[in-house]
């Protein structure tokens, strides 16, 4: 039996409405608690590389929104989306609220405020550290302490519920109306979602992106290429029922 999950995405974005990560959010292969937590570069090429125009995840979300964004990434990875949002930084610091501190190492300064190296960080620190963009810095080059935060965040939920007692992690509710007393209600919201992935051990995977040659890139736009051979073995590990057929 292929297992169900609920597969997310979050939209981060900063106070400019611009985004700055993109993680998708799978539940537990079995159900909830825990689950995966992976990071999809923004700046991905939605047409695969066909065709002459370059389209990347942030000009799509700029252009169209969260409606047009959720399909360009159902299209690019092959996958079913469950839950969608878009979420300020004041919307991402309630949502990472319940872990508490994060442990991360950062592979690279994040401003004056965080420089490289083993840090600390209240879930306020970690979306300032998310949204931080230095001037004429790519995406490639500051997307190590993206990946460094998400894994810093799964840690930690992992960490917090390892060390909590039975029962005491929240998760979402059991339909007492079902045919088994067990059978879980899917999460109706992110926050829904991140409190059943809050509640179990949670692991950090990162897709890749190949930057493209000039001749795929010729005006030279912050866009790359998703590996995605490699993007869609990830999703069809931790998320079989919710792929679709490669187009």
């Known amino acids: 039996v292929i297992p169900d999950a609920t597969v997310a995405m979050l939209a981060s974005v900063d106070d400019a409405n ?3 990560s993109l993680t998708l959010l799978v539940s537990g292969a079995d159900g909830p608690p825990g689950g995966s937590m992976v990071t999809v570069p923004v700046v991905a090429d939605t047409s695969l590389g066909f065709g002459d ?26 996958i079913t989306l469950d839950l969608w949002q878009a979420a300020a930084p004041a919307e991402v610091e309630a949502l990472l609220a319940p872990i508490g501190d994060i442990q991360v190492q950062l592979p690279l300064a994040a401003g004056e405020s965080f420089p490289a190296g083993p840090a600390t960080l209240t879930p306020g620190q970690a979306v300032q550290v998310l949204n931080y963009r230095a001037e004429g810095v790519s995406d490639r080059q500051r997307r190590p302490n993206v990946a460094a935060v998400w894994a810093g965040i799964a840690a930690a939920a992992t960490a917090r519920a390892a060390a909590a007692p039975a029962g005491t992690v929240p998760t ?5 109306s079902a045919p088994s007393t067990t059978a879980l209600v899917p999460p109706a919201t992110m926050a829904e979602m991140l409190a059943d992935m809050f509640a179990g ?23 790359e290429g998703l590996v995605r051979p490699d993007a869609v073995m990830v999703l069809a590990t931790i998320a079989p029922r919710s792929m679709s057929t490669p187009a």
């Open 18 to 20: 611009v985004l700055i």
């Open 53 to 78: 125009e370059r389209l990347p995840f942030t000009e799509v979300y700029t252009a169209g929104g969260l409606d047009e964004l959720k399909t360009a990434v159902e299209n690019s990875l092959s």
């Open 172 to 176: 979402t509710a059991v339909d007492a």
């Open 201 to 223: 051990a949670v692991n950090a995977r990162e897709l890749m992106a190949d930057v493209y040659s000039a001749e795929k890139n010729p005006t030279g736009k912050d866009v």
